[in-house]
Nanobody, 113 residues
C-alpha cells in the first residue's frame, strides 16, 4: 500500500491549490477516502468522499471552499482548495476515513502573505 500526496506549497491568503493523492496497493475504487491535515499534535479530518464519488462530506472549517474528488481509473484522490486562509496551513494527508492505511509523507500547505 502506498499513498503519495503532492501539490502543496506556499500561497497567499485568498489563493488556491489542488492537492493530489496517488494510491496503490489496495482497492482504491472500492474505498471511501479522506483528506486529513495536521498543524499541531492532532490530525483533523477535512473531507471524505465515498467510493463512487457521488457523496462527500466536509469539516465546517472548509465547507464551501474545499472540494474533494477522485479518479478511480487513475487511482488518484484530489482536494481543490479555494479561498485559502492562514488557518489552512498544515501538512495534508490522504487515507481512508478510519485511517486504516499506512500514512504517506503528506504535502505541506502554507498560507501566508
Amino acid at each position: 500500500v502506498q499513498l503519495v500526496e503532492s501539490g502543496g506549497g506556499l500561497v497567499q491568503p485568498g489563493g488556491f491549490l489542488r492537492l493530489s493523492c496517488a494510491a496503490s496497493g489496495f482497492a482504491f475504487g472500492m474505498s471511501s477516502m479522506s483528506w486529513f491535515r495536521q498543524a499541531g499534535p492532532d490530525r483533523e479530518l477535512v473531507a471524505t468522499i465515498v467510493s463512487d464519488g457521488f457523496n462527500s462530506e466536509y469539516a465546517d472549517s472548509v465547507k464551501g471552499r474545499f472540494t474533494i474528488s477522485r479518479d478511480n481509473d487513475k487511482n488518484i484522490l484530489y482536494l481543490q482548495m479555494n479561498s485559502l486562509k492562514p488557518e489552512d496551513t498544515a501538512v495534508y494527508y490522504c487515507n481512508t476515513p478510519w485511517s486504516t492505511l499506512d500514512w504517506g509523507q503528506g504535502t505541506a500547505v502554507t498560507v501566508s502573505s
